[in-house]
């Protein structure tokens, strides 16, 4: 029921700019908080940003850095991430998720596909 399509990803040189989008259907943001992760091989899952189902944002300030911008468009249910002056550090897929704003769990229950990212030196 519950749909998310991450599209966006590609090569990048370092320093470069890229745009992920993540396409949500079978939900409304007014009732859930959605997410972007990141997850390179051999490592865990890591938080990245979140927006709320009122529009306020979170930041994993220690890898992020300021760099990267969450933000959603309520008409067309989309969610995007910008992310500039990337590192190579920043290689990953990226997940787009979600999770009820009401759940007394903060996990986030629903999840893309992903998109790959590499950024190259």
């Known amino acids: 029921q519950v749909r998310l399509v991450e599209s966006g990803g590609g090569l990048v040189q370092a320093g470069g700019s890229l745009r992920l989008s993540c396409a949500a259907s079978?939900?409304?943001?007014?009732?859930?908080?959605m997410g972007w992760f990141r997850q390179a091989p051999g490592k865990e899952r890591e938080f990245v940003a979140a927006?709320?189902?009122?529009?306020?944002?979170?930041y994993n300030t220690d890898s992020v850095k300021g760099r990267f911008t969450i933000s959603k468009d309520n008409a067309k249910n989309t969610v995007s991430l910008q992310m500039n002056s990337l590192k190579p550090e920043d290689t990953a897929v990226y997940y787009c998720?979600?999770?009820?704003?009401?759940?007394?769990?903060?996990?986030?229950?629903?999840w893309g596909q992903g998109t790959q990212v590499t950024v190259s030196s």
């Open positions: 079978g939900l409304t943001f007014s009732n859930y908080i």
């Open positions: 927006i709320t189902n009122i529009g306020g944002t979170v």
């Open positions: 998720a979600a999770r009820r704003a009401s759940s007394t769990s903060p996990q986030f229950n629903y």
